[in-house]
């Protein structure tokens, strides 16, 4: 299957989410997986990336135009495709994916996320999404995710949406164990 990651971009972030990174990349080529992602050499993506490789799996980059500049682009991606603007990137990923797991990352990885979040609830993406929570990353998330329930901006329902979890090894789980809830008939 396709496998979307969505994180971070960043080389300055403390070492232990690029390890992160490298060890869910591994598990990815391990079982035979391709990776779908943002097309980016550096941080988490190509940590990423570059484990999936070793592992034996097929690297799929999606990266805006803008974005071609040198040392940007994963150049050594098994397949790279260029888009016009983040948004066809985003759709095009999505598109092109039957899981999708968030590492930590910043905004741009919040509003992937936040876009299969509200694909799921309207029941146009079927895939399973999850959250690798490294270090308590996505605490304060999780936290506000809550706050929509208790005060009744999103059913409760929808908290299976996108759970979080501790490991790389506990996201491959969920991912690949995963089945469909039946649609719910209302949104709100």
């Not at 990423?48 to 050594?76: E, L």
Request: glycine share 10%; aromatic share 12%; proline share 6%.
């Amino acid at each position: 299957m396709n496998v979307c990651v969505f994180c971070s971009s960043s080389d300055a972030v403390d070492r232990v989410y690029l390890d992160v990174a490298t060890e869910m990349g591994a598990m990815i080529g391990a079982a035979g997986h391709a990776l779908v992602f943002g097309g980016g050499a550096v941080g988490l993506m190509g940590a990423t990336a570059r484990a999936v490789q070793r592992g034996g799996g097929k690297v799929i980059g999606i990266i805006p135009t803008f974005m071609n500049r040198p040392g940007v682009p994963y150049s050594d991606c098994d397949e790279l495709q260029f888009t016009a603007d983040m948004r066809e990137r985003k759709t095009r990923m999505i598109a092109l994916s039957q899981a999708f797991i968030c590492l930590p990352g910043g905004f741009g990885t919040l509003e992937e996320m936040s876009e299969v979040i509200t694909q799921k609830q309207f029941n146009f993406v079927k895939a399973p999404l999850v959250a690798v929570n490294t270090l308590g990353f996505y605490d304060s998330l999780a936290a506000f995710f809550e706050e929509f329930y208790r005060r009744k901006f999103a059913k409760p329902d929808f908290r299976a949406t996108c759970p979080f979890v501790a490991t790389p090894r506990d996201a491959m789980g969920y991912v690949t164990t995963y089945v469909p809830p039946a649609p719910t008939s209302k949104w709100f």
